[in-house]
């Protein structure tokens, strides 16, 4: 199957909207340290969404359904995406495919890009194999700390954290920022522990923020089913998910590198 126009023409922008979505950067943050109360509800939020189900969460796969929007809220595309997470080896992968393909007994994607500490790269039908460029490598990485799989860490491992009142949009509740690898996210969790959204500035972006939903538990992980994302206050995209798998066995072949 050919490359469609119309997907060629916001492959870029999809790129960055579909890692923005669950990893985030927020600079020019100073604490001291990881504040008792941050700690805490770093802790209780790591509890809601399934304590040590979560905590030993090794491997993470999930095929999500993205749709696209144009800034004056018409439908723009629709793209596929795989993600594998392989928090034991700290690999990364993302596949985009054609939602007409995804059915086939051996669909091709579009584009993938992959992350390892050891060689990152980036394919697609256009431009072929190529190094994964340092911006998005970096976000790629940082998928591993944050969204809300990077809660499995709990107030472990954290460079620094506060907490206060706050919204993000019309949704209130409690604004933990947290900083962990060199990553910061800015959660939003409701009076119960339950993450709600995620605020992120990515450079040439703008403010970007994310509203998780419809939770619910596979294999004792409590995870968001669909979100919403909304770039420079506009919506930009929501996903849904299609499969999820905890602790899959990945071998070598779900890393593979194209020869070209």
């Given at each position: ?231 420079g206050g506009v919506l930009a995209a929501r996903g849904e998910l299609m499969e999820v798998e905890i602790n899959p066995v990945f071998t070598e072949a779900d890393f593979f590198k194209p020869v070209r």
């Amino acid at each position: 199957m050919e490359v469609k126009p119309a997907h060629a023409k916001v492959f870029h922008r999809m790129i960055t909207r579909l890692v923005a979505s669950v990893w985030m950067a927020v600079f020019g943050l100073a604490w001291a340290q990881v504040s008792p109360e941050a700690a805490q509800l770093l802790e209780r939020g790591r509890s809601v969404l399934g304590g040590a189900a979560l905590t030993n969460l090794k491997t993470y796969r999930e095929v999500t359904t993205n749709i696209y929007y144009t800034p004056d809220g018409k439908e723009e595309s629709r793209i596929v995406t795989l993600l594998l997470v392989d928090f034991t080896n700290s690999r990364v992968r993302l596949e985009l495919y054609d939602p007409q393909s995804v059915n086939s007994p051996s669909p091709i994607p579009l584009a993938l890009q992959q992350y390892s500490p050891q060689e990152s790269f980036f394919w697609s039908r256009e431009t072929s194999l190529r190094p994964l460029p340092s911006d998005q490598r970096e976000i790629l990485r940082s998928s591993l700390y944050t969204g809300w799989l990077g809660l499995k860490y709990g107030s472990s491992n954290r460079e620094r954290a506060s907490v206060t009142q706050g919204s993000l949009r019309n949704q209130t509740g409690r604004l933990l920022t947290v900083s962990t690898q060199g990553w910061v996210s800015t959660y939003l969790f409701n009076a119960d522990g339950l993450l709600l959204g995620e605020r992120l500035t990515i450079p040439g972006v703008g403010e970007s923020i994310t509203f998780f939903s419809n939770y619910q538990t596979v294999q004792g992980v409590r995870l968001p089913q669909k979100w919403e994302n909304y770039v420079g206050g506009v919506l930009a995209a929501r996903g849904e998910l299609m499969e999820v798998e905890i602790n899959p066995v990945f071998t070598e072949a779900d890393f593979f590198k194209p020869v070209r």
